[in-house]
């Protein structure tokens, strides 16, 4: 069992940075994968970014990609999502989510554990 925990979201004006922080506790929480989802009012939960066990492999949407990083400290058992240049179609609510899936994978059925979400809303 893994349980985990979002923080860092808010109300960022455009062109801003946020960075997300997902605290896992559990015994073997540093061995999942992990991904960054995301979900907007009206709109189905999307992937954003993941990352393998060991942090050496990562995977992003297109929509992110060079704008967010995603990284993780096994030792503080805490993955991070790093968002720079945001725009206002980044607002959503963002999730963590476990997987025990070898390689970073977006698709959301194969993520075993979910957070309860944080808010990010980017302003134009």
């Known amino acids: 069992q893994v349980q985990l925990v979002e923080s860092g979201g808010g109300l960022v004006q455009a062109g801003g940075s946020l960075r997300l922080s997902c605290a896992a506790s559990?015994?073997?929480?540093?061995?999942?994968?992990m991904g960054w989802f995301r979900q907007a009012p009206g709109k189905e939960r999307e992937f954003v970014a993941a990352i393998s066990w060991s942090g050496g492999s990562t995977y992003y949407a297109d929509s992110v990609k060079g704008r967010f990083t995603i990284s993780r400290d096994n030792a503080k058992n805490t993955v991070y999502l790093q968002m720079n240049s945001l725009k206002p179609e980044d607002t959503a609510i963002y999730y963590c989510?476990?997987?025990?899936?070898?390689?970073?994978?977006?698709?959301?059925?194969?993520?075993?554990?979910w957070g309860q979400g944080t808010q990010v809303t980017v302003s134009s």
């Open positions: 989510a476990a997987t025990l899936v070898v390689a970073p994978t977006p698709q959301v059925r194969m993520y075993d554990y």
């Open positions: 559990g015994r073997t929480a540093s061995s999942y994968a």
